[in-house]
C-alpha cells in the first residue's frame, strides 16, 4: 500500500522543560490505514500528532531530533504551510483552531488556499457540514458562541471540507454527546474509502477503536509499548494497559471476565453471552437489583441547597436555551446532568451559580434568590467549573492559580498551602508548580481548573465535562473524589456525556432536551425509557444491554454498570478454553 507517514527515533522536549515528552518513537502509518493513538494523560499523543504536520518542530521551540516524513518528504524540510495542504490536523481544543469571526469564513479560508473556483467551495461546504450534522444556518455564527460539541463539529467540518489526504483528529469528538460522536466519527470512516483518505485518531474512546480501527498503537510516557489489531492489543496487553491507566473497552472487560472470546461491540457480546447461556458456559446468581442499592443512597429529604423555579433563558438574537426548567438540588446529592449538545446543561449550571441571569424565572440558594448574593458570599456556596479551562484559568502559575481563590476569601497561610499541596497531589499536577497554565496539555489544565474551584470548598459543586480528554483512570480519580465530596455532605452536579462511567458514581440522573427537563430520577429508571433515551441521545451501558438480552433466560436484573453485572453472571468450568481461540486478526 506504501507508507504516508515514517517517524524514525523521534526525541522532543518542549523548551524549559526538563524531560522528553517523546523518546525514541518509531513507528509507520500506510496509505488508507485507520491508526488509533492511544495512552494515559500526557503521554505524548497531541504531540506526536503536531510532528505529523510539522508544527512541531517549525512553530515550538524545543529540542528535535530523528524524522518525521510525509509522503517521503521530512517535515523539517516542508513549510507548515504546504504540508497543510494535504495533512489536515483538528486539533483537540477547537478554539485553538478558529481565527476568522464566522463559521464560514473559517470554512472557507482553508479552501481558498486551494485555489478552488467558488462553486466547489460552496459544496464542499454544505458537504462538510451535513457530515458533522451542522445546519447552513450556523454558517452566520460566530465559532466562538457555540456550544462546545458544536465547536468541536466546526473544527473538523473546517478540515474535512478540504479532503486532506491524511486525517490526524486529536480527540476531535470529546465534547459531543454519544449519538453525535458515533455519527460524525461514523461518517469519516464512511468517506475515508471514497476519498481513499488515511485516518490517524487520537482518542481515549476505544470502544470506536474497537469497531473501526485497522490498528492501534498504546503511548505511554513518549515511548511506543505495543500495537497491533484492536481486539488483539486489548485482549493480550490488558495488564499492561491497565497498568499505565487505560481502561479497555467496556465490551471486552466483559467478555473477558465471562471468559468469551473479544467481540467488536455490544450486538455481538449479546450475541455471544446469549449463545454461551444457551451452552451452559455460564450460570447465573442472583443480585440485589440497581435501583435498591441506589435508593438506599439517595438523600431524600434532606435540605433542598439549589431550587429552579421556572427558568427560562434566551440568548441574542432570539437563541431560546431554557424553557421553563424547574428543579430541586438537596444537600450531598451526587446528579449526572445529561443530554445532547445545545441542550441548555451549561447554561443551567452558569445560572445556578451566578454567571447568567435567567431571562425569566429564579434560582434559590439556600431559600434566597441567587441575585441577592453577594459574589463573595456566593462562590462559598455554589461555584462552577467550566467546560472550556481556558475560560477560568488566568494567573501565571499553576500553584498562583489553586491558591488564588483562598487568598482572596482571607483564609490562613497554612490552610491555602494545605490545600494547594493536597490538590496538587490528587491531581497530578505535582512538580508543574511553576509552570504557566497554558503551558499544559488541556487535560491538565482541566484538572487544574477542577483544582483551583474545589480549594474554595464550596457547599455545591458543578462541574461541566470533568473528564473529557482525561485517561479513564484520571477519570475515575476525579469521580472519586466528587463522591468524597459528596459523602461528606457537598452537593455535586456533574454535566457529562459519558455516561457508563457516571452509571458508577451518581444517585441520580436529570435529562435535559431542547432546553427542557424530560426525565429525573435513579438512573437505571430514567434508562429504561426507551422514548427519553432516543430523544436525549443518551447511550444504553454494554453491561445493560447485556442484562436486557438474558431476559429471554428469564434472567430478570436491574443492571447498570459492568460491576453489577457480574456479580451475578460468572463463567463455569469449562468455558476457559474460549479465550484460546482468539478470532484471526
Request: aromatic share 6%.
Amino acid at each position: 500500500m506504501g507508507k504516508v507517514i515514517e517517524v524514525e527515533s523521534l526525541r522532543w522536549k518542549y523548551s524549559g522543560r526538563d524531560t522528553y515528552v517523546l523518546k525514541d518513537v518509531n513507528l509507520h502509518v500506510e496509505k488508507g490505514e485507520f491508526v488509533g493513538i492511544v495512552g494515559p494523560s500526557g503521554a505524548g499523543k497531541t504531540t506526536l500528532c503536531l510532528c505529523f504536520v510539522g508544527i512541531i518542530p517549525q512553530r515550538i521551540p524545543g529540542e528535535f531530533s530523528g524524522c518525521v516524513k510525509v509522503f517521503g518528504r521530512s517535515t523539517t524540510d516542508v513549510d507548515t504551510t504546504e504540508l497543510a495542504k494535504y495533512v489536515g490536523l483538528v486539533f483537540e481544543d477547537p478554539e485553538t483552531q478558529f481565527i476568522m469571526t464566522t463559521v464560514e469564513d473559517e470554512l472557507v479560508i482553508g479552501l481558498e488556499m486551494l485555489n478552488l473556483p467558488p462553486e466547489e467551495i460552496r459544496e464542499r461546504i454544505r458537504w462538510a457540514l451535513d457530515i458533522v450534522g451542522l445546519p447552513m444556518e450556523f454558517l452566520n455564527r460566530s465559532p466562538l458562541d457555540l456550544s462546545g460539541g458544536e465547536k468541536q463539529r466546526v473544527a473538523i467540518a473546517s478540515i474535512l471540507a478540504r479532503q486532506p489526504r491524511i486525517l490526524v483528529l486529536d480527540e476531535p469528538t470529546s465534547d459531543l454527546d454519544p449519538r453525535d460522536k458515533e455519527g460524525v466519527l461514523s461518517a469519516i470512516v464512511r468517506i475515508r474509502k471514497e476519498l481513499d483518505m488515511t485516518i490517524v485518531l487520537v482518542t481515549h474512546e476505544l470502544d470506536f477503536l474497537l469497531k473501526y480501527a485497522d490498528r492501534v498503537i498504546v503511548l505511554s510516557s513518549g515511548e511506543i509499548i505495543c500495537e497491533g489489531e484492536p481486539r488483539e492489543v486489548f485482549t493480550r496487553y490488558y495488564d499492561v494497559l491497565k497498568k499505565i491507566g487505560v481502561d479497555v473497552p467496556e465490551v471486552v472487560e466483559i467478555s473477558r471476565a465471562l471468559k468469551v472470546p473479544p467481540p467488536r461491540s455490544s450486538d455481538e457480546l449479546c450475541w455471544l453471552v446469549d449463545d454461551y447461556l444457551s451452552k451452559g458456559l455460564l450460570e447465573v446468581k442472583e443480585v440485589k437489583s440497581a435501583t435498591e442499592e441506589i435508593t438506599q443512597q439517595c438523600s431524600v429529604g434532606n435540605e433542598v441547597v439549589l431550587r429552579c423555579v421556572d427558568v427560562h433563558h434566551v440568548y441574542p438574537p432570539n437563541i431560546v436555551a431554557l424553557r421553563g426548567v424547574s428543579l430541586e438540588f438537596r444537600k450531598g446529592e451526587y446528579v449526572a446532568l445529561v443530554g445532547p449538545n445545545g441542550s441548555g446543561k451549561t447554561t443551567l449550571a452558569k445560572i445556578l451559580c451566578g454567571l447568567l441571569r435567567p431571562t425569566r424565572g429564579d434560582v434559590l440558594v439556600k431559600g434566597v434568590s441567587v441575585t441577592k448574593w453577594r459574589k463573595r458570599d456566593l462562590v462559598k456556596v455554589v461555584n462552577y467549573v467550566f467546560q472550556n479551562p481556558d475560560h477560568q484559568l488566568f494567573c501565571r502559575s499553576v500553584r498562583e492559580e489553586i491558591e488564588f481563590g483562598p487568598r482572596q476569601l482571607g483564609l490562613p497561610s497554612d490552610v491555602v498551602e494545605r490545600r494547594v499541596r493536597e490538590l496538587l497531589e490528587v491531581f497530578g499536577l505535582k512538580g508543574l508548580e511553576n509552570e504557566h497554565p497554558f503551558f499544559l496539555s488541556k487535560g491538565e489544565r482541566r484538572r487544574l481548573a477542577l483544582a483551583a474551584t474545589l480549594a474554595l470548598d464550596p457547599e455545591v459543586i458543578i462541574v461541566d465535562e470533568p473528564t473529557t480528554g482525561q485517561d479513564r483512570r484520571t477519570s475515575r480519580e476525579i469521580m472519586d473524589l466528587l463522591k468524597e465530596l459528596r459523602d461528606r455532605g457537598h452537593t455535586v452536579i456533574v454535566i457529562t456525556h459519558d455516561i457508563p462511567l457516571a452509571l458508577e458514581y451518581v444517585d441520580r440522573m436529570v435529562v435535559l432536551c431542547n432546553g427542557m427537563v424530560i426525565a429525573d430520577g435513579v438512573p437505571s429508571e430514567v434508562l429504561s425509557r426507551e422514548d427519553i433515551v432516543e430523544k436525549a441521545h443518551l447511550v444504553i451501558p454494554c453491561a445493560m444491554k447485556v442484562a436486557r438480552a438474558l431476559r429471554k433466560h428469564g434472567v430478570l436484573a436491574d443492571v447498570i454498570t459492568t460491576r453489577e453485572l457480574l456479580k451475578y453472571l460468572k463463567p463455569r468450568r469449562g468455558s476457559e478454553e474460549a479465550m484460546m481461540n482468539f478470532p484471526a486478526a
